[in-house]
């Protein structure tokens, strides 16, 4: 919580500190007595989907008060939380991050999006509810030298997990939720610079009630109503950007093992975008544009550019990457123009196919040789893996009218498929079980019919949790099944 002072010294101290920035925002094609604050809260493993199902009387209470858009073609771009966080928050991919930072380095010198909007003049918050899953201390202690925001939540996540030995299990302390203490603080700070005239930019992360529960939203559900509803009725929603997102849907679990359903809600995470009705009335074109690309396919890298939009900065809007969602995106727009990897990419119909064919054995095969690559040079301590079952295998392909020829009326398709089709390339949608651990992954997996070859085409993704490979780098954890 915030140290009580007196609201007429803390407007005085906060808006000389930003009285000389607004000049920059003159020439924008946003005015900027129209510049809207930014909350921005996301939900880890949370599909698009389960967000309607757990957050119903929040969207419910939401859609009476303000226009929500709520993108049903928005898709992943990376395997888990932090390579989705990245386009998100940066504008690039985690390979091109990559190219100048890695968790050897202190993450300040990354450009963060929340430090356009400091130079326009903005406070800035950043929070995250968990201490050991934070997304830039989970590979290293590290994290930030510096604060990287005005207010920064996690010396008080860290002093309340370590000094009052809060239980992970229950998600209290003492007698409290955490997320009520999270969004408690969340919400002082944007009542207190409300209040003070001051536009800000606020991002918290919620992943302790969501990460590992198909349900556990649901607990969060109320809190996060009442706590938005007390702000609407303070006015001070009437200039906020309200952003309801996930990073990716559930990647473990019997239901992620469905693996056409449970795969689609891993690769259409939530993205809500709430605004205030006065705005939209204000940018009918907006308006309209943000009609239509609902229904587009989007990714994280459109999100950046609407938030450089309204950020007022030239600076990264020279990223090459994304659309704002401001402006109209194309209805024929495929995965590769959006920046999403095929692996990830929901678009596209899918056929069942044969698992007994020998191009699917030979797949399989060549999917578990690539998961055994990554523990190579340590197979000291992580064990040879093996292929167990083939769990599922899928086409996947944009060219449904070539694929029926071999698919329709038939489950599966016919094994001519892999000969006759008229095709550089077939794309396969595999998932297996490995011994002697009993893992399971999926990946999508690309045949190439002239040169009959098998390459790997997307990240792999470990659909069931087993015991925590301890004996290795953590960010290998998932391939390792550690020797005795």
């Keep these: 919580m915030f140290v009580e002072i007196s609201q007429k010294r803390f407007e005085q101290h906060v808006k000389n500190e930003y009285k000389d920035k607004e000049k920059q925002n003159e020439n924008h094609k946003i005015r900027p007595q129209d510049r809207l604050n930014i909350l921005m809260i996301g939900f880890d493993s949370t599909s698009r989907m389960n967000g309607k199902r757990h957050l119903t009387s929040t969207f419910n209470y939401l859609r009476e008060h303000m226009k929500v858009y709520e993108m049903f073609g928005y898709n992943k771009v990376g395997e888990n939380t932090f390579p989705n966080l990245i386009p998100l928050l940066v504008g690039i991919s985690r390979k091109e991050l990559n190219k100048f930072w890695d968790w050897s380095k202190y993450a300040d010198l990354v450009d963060f999006i929340w430090k356009e909007f400091h130079k326009a003049g903005y406070a800035t918050f950043y929070g995250e509810d968990s201490d050991y899953m934070a997304n830039f201390n989970m590979y290293s202690e590290l994290g930030f030298k510096d604060p990287p925001a005005r207010h920064y939540f996690r010396h008080n996540i860290r002093s309340?997990?370590?000094?009052?030995?809060?239980?992970?299990?229950?998600?209290?302390?003492?007698?409290?939720?955490?997320?009520?203490?999270?969004?408690?603080?969340?919400?002082?700070?944007?009542?207190?610079?409300?209040?003070?005239?001051?536009p800000y930019f606020a991002h918290l992360m919620m992943t302790e009630v969501s990460h590992s529960s198909f349900n556990g939203l649901s607990r969060a559900n109320p809190v996060l109503r009442s706590m938005l509803k007390e702000l609407n009725e303070a006015s001070a929603l009437d200039n906020t950007l309200v952003m309801l997102l996930g990073?990716?849907?559930?990647?473990?679990?019997?239901?992620?093992?469905?693996?056409?359903?449970?795969?689609?809600?891993?690769?259409?995470?939530?993205?809500?975008?709430?605004?205030?009705?006065?705005?939209?009335?204000?940018?009918?074109?907006?308006?309209?544009?943000?009609?239509?690309?609902?229904?587009?396919l989007t990714s994280n890298y459109d999100v950046y550019k609407l938030m450089c939009d309204l950020s007022f900065s030239k600076d990264c809007q020279k990223k090459q990457k994304g659309i704002s969602l401001f402006n109209p995106i194309p209805r024929n727009r495929t995965c590769a123009d959006a920046n999403i990897p095929a692996g990830f990419c929901?678009?596209?119909?899918?056929?069942?196919?044969?698992?007994?064919?020998?191009h699917v054995g030979v797949a399989a095969q060549s999917f578990v040789n690539k998961i055994n690559s990554f523990t190579e040079a340590h197979r000291a301590v992580c064990g040879q893996l093996s292929l167990k079952h083939i769990l599922s295998v899928y086409i996947q392909s944009s060219d449904s009218a070539n694929i029926k020829t071999f698919c329709d009326g038939q489950s599966p398709c016919s094994n001519k498929i892999w000969s006759q089709l008229k095709s550089s390339h077939i794309d396969i949608i595999i998932a297996v079980q490995v011994s002697p651990n009993d893992a399971m992954y999926q990946t999508l997996v690309r045949y190439h019919t002239s040169f009959e070859t098998y390459e790997i085409m997307a990240e792999i993704s470990k659909t069931n949790l087993h015991k925590k490979a301890d004996c290795i780098d953590s960010q290998l954890v998932p391939y390792c099944d550690c020797q005795p």
């Design 346 to 358: 929901a678009c596209g119909s899918i056929y069942l196919l044969d698992e007994t064919s020998s």
């Design 247 to 296: 990073d990716h849907g559930l990647r473990f679990g019997p239901y992620r093992r469905t693996w056409i359903y449970g795969r689609l809600e891993d690769c259409l995470p939530l993205m809500t975008l709430i605004f205030p009705k006065k705005f939209i009335k204000t940018y009918p074109i907006y308006a309209n544009n943000m009609e239509d690309n609902q229904w587009r």
């Design 160 to 198: 309340i997990h370590h000094t009052y030995n809060v239980s992970r299990s229950q998600l209290c302390y003492g007698p409290e939720p955490m997320y009520t203490i999270v969004f408690d603080h969340l919400k002082d700070f944007a009542l207190k610079y409300n209040a003070a005239g001051i």
